[in-house]
């Protein structure tokens, strides 16, 4: 199954409404915005994320970077042998913390880092043009 590929002109939002900005150099483009790849999603900044530093009960914190992506690399479309990410089944977690646990649908389990409070970020191409499978 295919979907559209990320780019950095796609639009990456946290559970509590931050954003992330991912930056890419790839000479890869769909309308001038560079592709993204699992690298250089994780590690991209968050900037106003409304969850507040909370130390409890419950226990809270803002969301502040990406944490990991877990899934969406495209299966066979690469850039510089790296698989690039695309919305369809998409699924990545920030370093802040949820009061209760991400609820499904689409949320697979997480892996070290991530637990189970760790916030999800989900993920809009923001461009049709180019699909990955």
Known sequence: MSGAVLTTAGVFTCDHQGTAAPVSAHRLTVGGAPVLTGADLTGAAVSACVQPDQAGPPLTRTCRAVLQVNAGHALRLTVGGVPVLTAT?????????????????????????????????????????????
């Open 89 to 133: 089944g998409f699924a990545a977690l920030t370093d802040g913390q949820n009061a209760q646990p991400a609820v499904p649908p689409h949320v697979p389990p997480p892996v070290p880092p991530g637990t189970p409070l760790s916030p999800r970020l989900t993920a809009t191409a923001g461009q049709l043009r180019l699909r990955g499978e």
